[in-house]
């Protein structure tokens, strides 16, 4: 058994420094960050596995993005394709 095959996963690998993914996952890790704090200093903690839905959708749909002047859901688009 594949799991990536079996997923449709596809397995990227650079022999570069992948700038723009370690960037991305420093972003949602800081989001997360923030909101599990947020969480803790009211009393109440929840696992981080319950709050990725909610830090992806904000990150992919509602957040600007200042390198591309958009949020990744538009900058999928086609009519922003390059």
Same mark, same amino acid.
């Given at each position: 058994?594949? !799991?990536? =095959?079996?997923?449709? !996963?596809?397995? #990227? #690998?650079?022999?570069?420094?992948?700038?723009?993914?370690?960037?991305? #996952? @420093?972003?949602? $890790?800081?989001?997360?960050?923030? @909101?599990?704090?947020?969480?803790? $200093?009211?009393?109440?903690?929840?696992?981080?596995?319950? #709050?990725?839905?909610?830090?992806?959708?904000?990150?992919?749909? +509602?957040?600007?993005?200042?390198?591309? +002047?958009?949020?990744?859901? =538009?900058?999928?688009? $086609?009519?922003?394709?390059?």
């Amino acid at each position: 058994m594949n !799991i990536f =095959e079996d997923n449709d !996963i596809l397995h #990227i #690998i650079t022999t570069e420094h992948a700038n723009t993914a370690e960037r991305a #996952i @420093r972003t949602v $890790k800081n989001m997360m960050d923030k @909101r599990m704090e947020l969480q803790k $200093k009211q009393g109440s903690e929840i696992h981080w596995s319950v #709050i990725v839905p909610n830090i992806l959708d904000v990150y992919n749909n +509602k957040e600007i993005h200042s390198s591309i +002047k958009m949020t990744p859901a =538009e900058g999928r688009m $086609k009519k922003n394709e390059v």
